[in-house]
């Protein structure tokens, strides 16, 4: 017998499909699941003829290879708008919601393509076209094509494309980085499944979880005060609220629990998975979790797939129809955070460093868990940990001098599209070097990860040497490069594999910052470097102190006295061997 909240979500399905019969003059396109009755997953190849044909018979809808996989399968999306032209050029009407969907980054779970191509066929060709009145879409169905096919979680190359995307390692999410570059989305959905049965951790213990669908919003602490505010207060709850109404029991993401002696926390804080660094961008970006049933049980289908595509379209539905409901003020507000780059003056604190830690008002939770053996539901309490708490507030610097390895940094920021110029003059600044005293860092919980670096640091005169790259923070990933690029940030690369070899302990860390006090030239010329002219004028305004700072600095008359004092951290002009005081 069908559970109350799967009837729900099949009625919404059919109903759906009933209308784009009577919608659509056409014989109805299937997926290969429909035409094997639920028996057979549509494959990386099928999914390709599908939107391949979908896209042939509707002139709203063209498919696009975004890029090719670490096995050369091509990574497509569909896009629909009532302005194609435009749309797939890069431009459309401002008063028009764009929604970026993704579905199977991870290979073991499928479902989210089904649904998504279930989702494209019914916005081109269904009842739910009316949508196109005011909203267009990017629908990535299969962002793992590799992974799919080979029923493994990784991509070809052995990757989790998921927490990829600070150090953008695999073809396939710089094909979804760039997509967001150039169409920058208002909204975006990253949908997966989640299995209750963790058999190599929780399994072990004799339990299994008992969630259904489960949503999180961008967290990290640096998206956008606005953005996050919007999604939680308003977003978030009301999505649930609407699957819930559905019949689908629905909630705040829950992190993996894999024992019952562990905290609980919510979705991860790194820049790693696509969630939050599409926040960062300024987007309302949010993940969707749904029930990866237990492949051990007896289903209508394999593995109850027709039940579990039922769930995703649900909540997929559930969500687009909330973000259309709150259109304006959505749009509103990804503009304002797009743009924040250009007004520095109000800029909101940089943190380097955040954890969950205790939350006063709720220190503990009960969550459901199911015994293994009997499948009895039980109820089990666990310490809670929603507060995100947040350390090593950074003030943004004029920009970044990279004086080694340019050429593998030089390619980690054309990944990201962050612009650098290369130097081919001496210039003399002032510059902060940090010195990396010792690879051991601190962990403050779970879902925090590991700052893998202590340093000192101390302010210098540098005079740049050709081939060093510099950076300027007066661009839109003004707020991601530090992110990137200090090495205590939690999303530093330098704590990824690939780039933690070349940081030595007991040496100076190689990418200088150039902060805002000293933009100007120490040998007594212009320095020309990006924007400083202009950093120079604001720094000035900002304090008549610092007028006098920026004239010693011009006429190379540093004095021992000469002193100023930012955001609590006091920083003397002094001799090249003296540290920050902080």
Not at 68 to 88: N, R, T
Not at 362 to 378: H, N, S, V
Not at 380 to 409: G, K, M, N
Not at 537 to 551: L, Q
Request: overall charge neutral; aromatic content about 8%; some cysteine.
């Amino acid at each position: 017998m069908m559970k109350p909240a799967i009837k729900i979500a099949a009625l919404i399905v059919v109903f759906l499909s009933v209308a784009y019969c009577s919608v659509s003059k056409q014989e109805p396109l299937l997926t290969r699941l429909e035409e094997s009755g639920y028996a057979h997953l549509t494959s990386s190849t099928q999914i390709t003829i599908f939107l391949t044909e979908l896209s042939n018979r509707n002139p709203i809808a063209e498919k696009v290879t975004i890029a090719k996989s670490a096995l050369g399968s091509p990574v497509e999306a569909l896009f629909i708008s009532s302005e194609i032209d435009q749309f797939k050029s890069g431009h459309c009407s401002n008063d028009k919601l764009t929604a970026m969907l993704i579905g199977s980054q991870h290979g073991m779970e499928p479902s989210g393509a089904e649904a998504l191509l279930l989702i494209s066929r019914d916005i081109v060709e269904g009842q739910l076209a009316a949508w196109l009145e005011d909203m267009n879409f990017i629908i990535i169905p299969n962002g793992n094509p590799d992974g799919r096919d080979a029923k493994r979680r990784v991509n070809g190359n052995g990757v989790n494309l998921s927490t990829n995307f600070t150090i953008l390692s695999e073809t396939e999410t710089r094909g979804i980085l760039d997509v967001l570059h150039k169409w920058k989305p208002e909204v975006v959905l990253d949908v997966h499944e989640s299995a209750v049965l963790k058999k190599k951790s929780l399994g072990r213990q004799g339990y299994l979880t008992d969630f259904e669908a489960q949503f999180e919003a961008a967290n990290n602490p640096n998206v956008d005060g606005r953005i996050r505010a919007f999604s939680f207060n308003h977003l978030l709850p009301e999505v649930i609220e609407l699957v819930n109404s559905g019949g689908l029991p629905a909630q705040r993401y829950i992190g993996e629990i894999t024992s019952i002696h562990q905290p609980i926390t919510h979705g991860g804080l790194s820049l790693r998975n696509l969630r939050n660094m599409a926040g960062m961008m300024g987007s309302f970006s949010f993940l969707l979790e749904n029930r990866l049933d237990p492949s051990s049980a007896n289903y209508p289908t394999p593995r109850n797939i027709s039940a579990r595509v039922e769930k995703q379209y649900l909540c997929i539905w559930a969500f687009l129809t909330c973000c259309r409901a709150h259109q304006s003020e959505i749009i509103k507000l990804s503009q304002i955070a797009q743009m924040r780059w250009t007004r520095s003056e109000d800029e909101e604190p940089l943190y380097l460093f955040y954890a969950y830690g205790a939350d006063r008002n709720r220190p503990q939770i009960t969550l459901p868990l199911r015994k293994r053996e009997t499948g009895e539901l039980l109820k089990h309490t666990f310490e809670y940990r929603s507060a995100v708490e947040r350390h090593s507030p950074l003030r943004v610097p004029a920009y970044y001098i990279v004086t080694e390895h340019q050429d593998l940094i030089k390619d980690l920021l054309d990944r990201h599209l962050i612009a650098y110029e290369t130097a081919e003059q001496p210039v003399g600044v002032v510059v902060q070097i940090q010195y990396n005293m010792s690879r051991q860092g601190r962990t403050l919980g779970p879902q925090a990860g590991c700052n893998n670096h202590m340093v000192r640091e101390r302010v210098e005169r540098y005079t740049t040497k050709r081939g060093d790259l510099i950076i300027g923070l007066d661009q839109p990933a003004r707020r991601l490069i530090p992110l990137l690029l200090e090495p205590q940030s939690l999303s530093s690369i330098f704590n990824s594999q690939e780039y933690r070899h070349i940081v030595q302990a007991g040496s100076d860390f190689f990418v200088y910052r150039v902060p805002h006090f000293c933009p100007r030239n120490v040998l007594g010329e212009e320095a020309k470097l990006p924007f400083c002219g202009d950093i120079c004028k604001d720094y000035a305004r900002s304090d008549p102190r610092k007028k006098e700072i920026i004239r010693v600095l011009g006429q190379r008359k540093v004095t021992e006295e000469s002193e100023i004092r930012n955001g609590g951290r006091t920083v003397s002009l002094l001799s090249s061997s003296q540290h920050l005081h902080l």
